[in-house]
């Protein structure tokens, strides 16, 4: 077939390294051990990809299941197709299947560009779609197999309502009159690759109510509702997400605000600013995002490997594993960091007057002591156990650590 599929994405299997929970720990009161070693997450293999063996295919006699093969087709005011050998539009119902390498030119003189295309199936097939201004082209219902489908210039393509789309992939190229978008919704996707490393989707992209299975994305702009990922790969420079599902995926992200989301056996390998708002977090990895901070707020994170620097606010931590692999700082505001592992990465420890902590492990003795790890609070607000000296005693945070405001609550007026 030509295709390089994506498989064996994220990191599953990661809590059970972190916390056995069906082992019993050895005996009443203490915990089991948490490993400070960084997990191997296997990643995608490649990008699921149209190479030269299925372009040549593509120009090949039509597979048996081709009803209609054209080259060029426009989309005008008054007709379906205008030019190249097409059929009659009224052929285009449900049972056409349309291979070969068509080129697509939506054009309008005046007033709203807009077409619907009922039902359209491609098999085998290089579909380009332009435009020289701005138009939207719905496919409400596309069947999509062993395609590529190129946009070029200002051009929406909404795909949904039970689209299919298998082994297909898509590409974006802004030109002089704007940039495309892609919008997905209610659709399904298996192999499919919206941009690459090399060339990413170079256009706004929406993915709403729709599943991608072993499938990647490479894009600039990316907006996620109800979207699920699974064995997938996501590398976007920008990303807004909500009610959105990742289970064994592997993310690379630029500005990521995530919300109401949940995370089961994730990597996410790199990070620009991240914050997770009211998500569930569990058998994941996060490596840092460099100088910026990864912030957790009203979440529940379990079982998980946190580097770099992290604030938590409102949230639930547990069986968590902070600087297996690379310098962390972590700053705790609120909630609750429960059964934790500091290993021997770990910078510096910051809690607040209305957290509480608990830690399974330490191997950062001579880093968060002296000076590394201090709290706000008046009131012993961690149970280091036996394991965790350096978290015993903790210092007062200096009034001029830059986290210090927030540390401490508002202060009520008085009445």
Known sequence: MGLVLLTLAGCDGVGREIVDYEKPPPRKGTLPDLPCEPPICAEAIAEVELDDSIAMRLHSPAPNSCTHRFDTCALTDDAVCSEGEVPDP????????????LSLTLAVDDGECSFRIERLAIEHTILRIRSERACELE??????????????????????????LERTSFTAQANVDGQPALEIDLAQATQAAIGDEELPFEGFLSVGRS?????????????LESAV????????????AADAVFSRAVLDVGDAVLAACAFD???????EALLLAGSEIYDSVFRGCGDAWMRFYNSSVGRSMLDGRIESDSSNLE???FGSEAPTEVVQFGGVINKAAYCGKARSYRLGELANSTCARCDA????????????????NVQPGRHCEALAELDACDDDDEHVPRLRPPTPPRL
């Not at 395609?147 to 210039?153: D, F, N, P, Y």
């Not at 599943?211 to 907006?223: G, R």
């Not at 003795?365 to 012993?380: F, H, N, Q, T, Y």
């Open 90 to 101: 009224a052929l285009l119902d449900e049972r056409s299947v349309i291979c070969g390498d």
């Open 139 to 164: 496919l409400p219902q596309l069947v999509a197999r062993d395609a590529r489908i190129e946009l070029t210039g200002p051009v929406t393509l909404v795909i949904g309502e039970r689209a299919e």
């Open 211 to 223: 599943t991608l299975t072993d499938s990647s994305v490479h894009a600039e702009d990316v907006l």
């Open 229 to 240: 990922f699974i064995n997938a790969k996501l590398d976007a420079r920008e990303i807004e």
């Open 265 to 271: 056996s994730v990597e996410v390998r790199s990070c």
């Open 319 to 321: 069986g968590v594993v």
């Open 365 to 380: 003795r001579d880093s968060l002591k002296p000076g590394g790890a201090c709290s706000v609070s008046e009131i012993d």
